[in-house]
């Protein structure tokens, strides 16, 4: 698996301000992946972020909004910019590591976020 | 549109019994298939990885996997209250994103 760290673990924010989200692994890794799951719903992934070339976004999510970073093998940051209430949400970073045939995903612990 | 369906339950069993999990995907070309188990208030974590037709077993998790039909299943046996919890089935296809189903929620009584 891996270890893998999230700060902060949850924020309150006003209408309209940004938020960054860290995500810290414990080795380095190629793909790092950025999810969100809203209150009582399954997971929605927003961007794959390689280290070295530009996230891509899935449909429904832009750059503007959630601007990706990936400095280096072990880290990215996610910004939730211009927050609205419809934003609040669990932000989820994972991994993918090889296992055998598999890729497999592992998440770190969320962010938790509420936009008033 | 791709898509990952599972009942959302809640499933109910006594403890002891098995938990029978199911989960249908409609990508044909899907590859990778995943259980993770999300407790409330926390991030999924992986317990069963399946890419061969057929069963895998771990502990007391069996993951299922026809991709004739198009469905993987978890079965859990002698389960427990701490295994209640909310199961989410994920499937891949050639690349490495994930898509979700929106899980089943299982409760063990004792």
């Known amino acids: 698996s891996a270890v893998i760290s999230q700060k902060p673990s949850r924020d309150i924010c006003q209408r309209g301000t940004s938020l960054t989200i860290q995500c810290q692994v414990d080795?380095?890794?190629?793909?790092m992946f950025w999810y969100r799951q809203q209150p009582g719903q399954s997971l929605t992934l927003i961007a794959t972020?390689?280290?070295?070339?530009?996230?891509?976004?899935e449909s429904g999510f832009v750059i503007d909004k959630f601007p990706i970073s990936r400095p280096n093998l072990t880290f990215s940051t996610l910004t939730v910019s211009n927050m609205s209430p419809e934003d609040s949400s669990i932000y989820l970073c994972?991994?993918?590591?090889?296992?055998?045939?598999?890729?497999?995903?592992?998440f770190g612990p969320g962010t938790r976020l509420t936009v008033l | 549109q791709k898509e990952v369906e599972q009942n959302s339950g809640p499933l109910s069993v006594p403890e002891g019994a098995i938990a029978s999990l199911n989960c249908t995907y409609s990508?044909?070309?899907?590859?990778?298939f995943f259980w993770y188990r999300q407790y409330s208030g926390k991030s999924p974590e992986l317990i069963m990885s399946?890419?061969?037709?057929g069963d895998k077993e771990d502990g007391r998790f069996t993951a299922q996997l026809n991709k004739a039909s198009q469905y993987v299943s978890l079965l859990i046996r002698d389960s427990q209250p701490s295994d209640s919890a909310t199961y989410l089935c994920?499937?891949?296809?050639?690349?490495?994103?994930?898509?979700f189903g929106t899980g089943t929620r299982l409760q063990v009584f004792p």
């Open positions: 994972s991994v993918s590591r090889t296992s055998g045939y598999i890729n497999e995903q592992f």
């Open positions: 080795s380095q890794v190629t793909m």
């Open positions: 972020a390689n280290q070295g070339s530009e996230a891509t976004y």
């Open positions: 990508d044909r070309v899907s590859q990778s």
């Open positions: 399946i890419y061969s037709n």
């Open positions: 994920a499937v891949n296809g050639n690349t490495d994103k994930l898509i």
